[in-house]
């Protein structure tokens, strides 16, 4: 196993931490404007610190990602079309009071949010195909991403879905990182050797 091919799963790990945390600052900020009509901008401003901080560890993983993992080429740009759509998504979302055409709550919006992000998540069965904890894992984070689409029911905010997302991924990669721990995925890397096996013949001893 490549020395560095954890750091891919850690940073993701922290990525999605920091996006949990956004997601819950943001749903705090949203309530107490619609409960209390007042605006936290401290609540507001660190909600936005996490999430630029969970963008900057989504791009070392996506960067280890292409420098560690061969190949997996579908998967590395699926991961980045996910970044560059939630970075997308959170300018539109800081400029939403001046935008007439983007509205947090659509259930639009939070129906392709929540595929999207499924589609993007299914992609990591290339890590290693046919790999039954792998398969089982994917399968439990896809469960969780696809809850998200039950905030449309209640009207709520496309972070309803970031928040499932932000949970799925952090139980997706803590699940990678004791995978790898104990040897139960093999990922070929660049820079790894392959194993060799001596073979002796006894036909011709005597």
Request: aromatic letters at 18%; a neutral charge.
């Amino acid at each position: 196993m490549h020395p560095k091919l954890k750091q891919c799963f850690v940073c993701g790990q922290y990525a999605n931490i920091f996006f949990l945390l956004f997601a819950l600052f943001a749903w705090v900020y949203y309530w107490s404007i619609n409960r209390h009509n007042l605006e936290i901008v401290p609540l507001e401003i660190a909600a936005y610190t996490v999430e630029t901080a969970g963008f900057v560890f989504m791009l070392f993983s996506l960067i280890h990602f292409h420098k560690i993992v061969r190949q997996r080429y579908i998967m590395k740009i699926a991961m980045l079309i996910y970044l560059i759509t939630e970075v997308v998504i959170m300018i539109l979302d800081f400029n939403a009071e001046r935008l007439n055409f983007y509205d947090s709550t659509s259930m639009a919006l939070n129906l392709s949010h929540s595929i999207f992000s499924a589609v993007i998540c299914f992609t990591y069965l290339s890590l290693e195909p046919k790999n039954k904890s792998l398969e089982i894992t994917i399968i439990i984070t896809e469960t969780i991403i696809l809850s998200g689409m039950f905030g449309v029911i209640f009207g709520m905010h496309v972070y309803v879905s970031l928040f499932a997302n932000a949970i799925a991924y952090v139980v997706f990669f803590s699940v990678m990182r004791f995978l790898l721990s104990q040897e139960r995925i093999m990922i070929d890397c660049y820079g790894d050797r392959a194993k060799e096996y001596k073979f002796k013949s006894s036909f011709f001893d005597e």
